[in-house]
């Protein structure tokens, strides 16, 4: 199995518990798995009314054989503990994850710079497109479900790099590299400019990081990509707020600030 076929079972393990919760008692066939593994981390048998956000994780790495790259915990801070003695901690909020990665938070984060305090939650990385970061959770409002954050985002506390490579009993398929491109031929790509109106997820990542610095105090459905009159104005409030210029549009010095911890 190659790292990547490895990465992609990980996440469709994680996905076959989608809509386990608390409320029908279906989320303990998960505590059922951690459970059975030994040693059990710290000798704690996980209760069915225990946070299982940790222990959730742990069990998809019980289920796929993979407790060796991916250490079993019930707690999120002893789990960090565990990813930084194999050398597979990234201390960083900026860095796009891959699936597989796991993702943990700071509910206390302020904002401001790497989050290094107390780690409160955990999830496993579905994907990324360089900007969103979707994530899919156990003991997320007492079930199995999914998380969208931007990359760099507020709560971020790090990442957990289980060795999905060291693991592979593949090599990935070699793919001819592309031609350079001549000179001429070469576009630089830059963030666009942003007003009312205008769809994409660029327009999405916005308002999750405006969501961050509290300039967006709404629900955001996972199909939301519009740039409409409440997000406007949140843009016009913030720019105010900061002297960045009140025109209502996401330009240069408004995506600075968004992308600025």
């Not at 996980?46 to 060796?68: M, N």
């Not at 007003?195 to 999405?204: I, Y």
């Not at 406007?232 to 408004?254: F, K, W, Y």
């Amino acid at each position: 199995m190659t790292e990547t076929q490895l990465r992609e079972k990980v996440v469709a393990t994680a996905k076959a518990w989608l809509g386990c919760k608390e409320s029908d008692g279906s989320h303990r066939k998960i505590v059922d798995v951690y459970n059975s593994h030994r040693p059990l981390a710290r000798g704690y048998a996980l209760k069915y009314t225990d946070a299982w956000c940790a222990g959730f994780v742990s069990a998809v790495a019980i289920r796929l054989g993979l407790t060796d790259i991916m250490p079993t915990e019930v707690g999120v801070g002893e789990m960090i503990k565990l990813y930084q003695r194999l050398g597979r901690w990234k201390e960083s909020d900026s860095y796009i994850p891959k699936p597989g990665d796991v993702i943990m938070y700071a509910w206390g984060d302020n904002g401001v710079g790497d989050c290094t305090g107390g780690a409160s939650h955990v999830g496993i990385v579905v994907s990324c497109d360089g900007k969103i970061i979707t994530v899919i959770e156990g003991n997320k409002n007492d079930a199995v479900g999914y998380r969208e954050i931007a990359v760099n985002g507020r709560y971020i506390r790090g990442f957990g790099l289980p060795d999905y490579a060291g693991k592979a009993t593949k090599d990935e398929p070699v793919t001819p590299a592309p031609k350079e491109p001549k000179k001429e031929d070469t576009i630089t790509m830059e963030l666009r400019m942003l007003k009312r109106g205008m769809s994409g997820n660029d327009v999405r990542a916005a308002m999750l990081l405006m969501k961050d610095k509290g300039y967006y105090p709404y629900a955001i459905p996972a199909t939301d990509k519009l740039f409409g009159p409440k997000m406007e104005a949140g843009v016009r409030r913030m720019q105010a707020e900061h002297n960045l210029g009140v025109d209502g549009i996401i330009g240069r010095n408004s995506w600075t600030f968004l992308l600025t911890k």
